[in-house]
């Protein structure tokens, strides 16, 4: 297999960094008045976000500029990837009145693009599909001029699910791959890579005037070559929009963090993406699912859509 190319200032085994993290995976704390009314209005209404649920580093930056992702059906997904921060378990409720305090978050915000995610619901006949889908259709009747992105699991595979988050026609339709395919049985063991990609597909033939998103990370102990075989049938899935970001481990109980790499690295798989077709690309190391979200948005590729259906 290929090795990672050689470049200037390369990252390397997190252990020659003597533990601590390199010089530019490092952020300030949030702080400042934008941050703390968000805090406040999410605990009033009652809400999640997964900024705060999964550790996101730039939770600062993104809550200074007053955007976060809210996240639905609550805070305990049913599965146990081994990447991810957000606690697992078995959820015992179904909050039928969220779509509605999300909404009214949202238009309180004032927010010009929203993301909406879940954890993983498992235990629901739907995987929570009914719920985004309202949650959508809440956030129109309030906030018209908003667009909507939602980041959605895999729903194992339930394309009536899929069809049903589709109806309300969100403007992104995102669902990440995480990782390239032989690290799946370690990093997520109830998903699969063919059906991930196979919902991402599915989602451009249901509405193509939603535009399609995913991403995935590097340190897990991926190749070279198989993130540029990734990055390949994530296009090959008619895939628009690419998230590329650093893994950094929870805790030691989570996957093992085997490489860091350097903003040099990040800016040559850009390269490749682009080259591939992708028409936006977010590489970075501190790049998460939603960062920039609200930049991504093809509002005059999809007024043009809208209009002719």
């Not at 009747?141 to 339930?158: A, H």
């Not at 040099?264 to 936006?280: N, P, S």
């Not at 590489?283 to 930049?295: D, K």
């Amino acid at each position: 297999m290929e090795e990672l190319p050689v470049l200037a200032g390369v990252g390397g085994d997190p252990e020659a960094f003597g533990g601590r993290r390199p010089d530019w995976l490092k952020v300030r704390l949030p702080a400042g008045p934008t941050y703390s009314r968000l805090k406040e209005l999410m605990r009033e209404e009652r809400l999640h976000t997964v900024c705060e649920e999964a550790h996101c580093p730039n939770i600062g930056e993104c809550w200074t500029a007053g955007t976060a992702t809210f996240m639905i059906l609550g805070d305990t997904c049913t599965r146990a990837c081994a990447f991810c921060a957000v606690k697992t378990g078995r959820p015992t409720w179904l909050d039928e009145d969220e779509p509605r305090r999300v909404a009214e978050s949202i238009a309180k915000m004032g927010l010009v693009h929203a993301v909406i995610t879940s954890v993983d619901r498992d235990d629901l006949p739907d995987g929570g599909a009914r719920m985004f889908a309202e949650t959508i259709r809440q956030t129109r009747r309030l906030c018209p001029q908003t667009s909507i992105e939602v980041l959605i699991p895999d729903f194992q595979g339930d394309w009536e699910a899929l069809a049903t988050v589709m109806s309300a026609q969100p403007e992104i339709l995102n669902h990440n791959v995480e990782t390239v395919g032989r690290l799946y049985r370690r990093v997520r063991p109830k998903a699969k890579l063919d059906q991930s990609l196979e919902l991402l597909r599915r989602a451009r033939e249901l509405d193509p005037g939603t535009q399609t998103k995913t991403g995935f990370m590097v340190g897990l102990g991926e190749t070279w070559d198989e993130l540029i075989e990734l990055m390949g049938q994530i296009r090959d899935a008619d895939v628009e929009i690419l998230t590329i970001g650093q893994y950094l481990r929870p805790s030691i109980k989570h996957h093992d963090l085997v490489r860091y790499y350097h903003p040099d690295e990040f800016a040559a798989l850009k390269v490749e993406a682009i080259e591939l077709g992708f028409r936006w690309v977010e590489s970075g190391p501190l790049v998460r699912s939603s960062y920039h979200a609200e930049r991504q948005v093809d509002r005059d590729k999809l007024v043009g859509l809208r209009s002719a259906g």
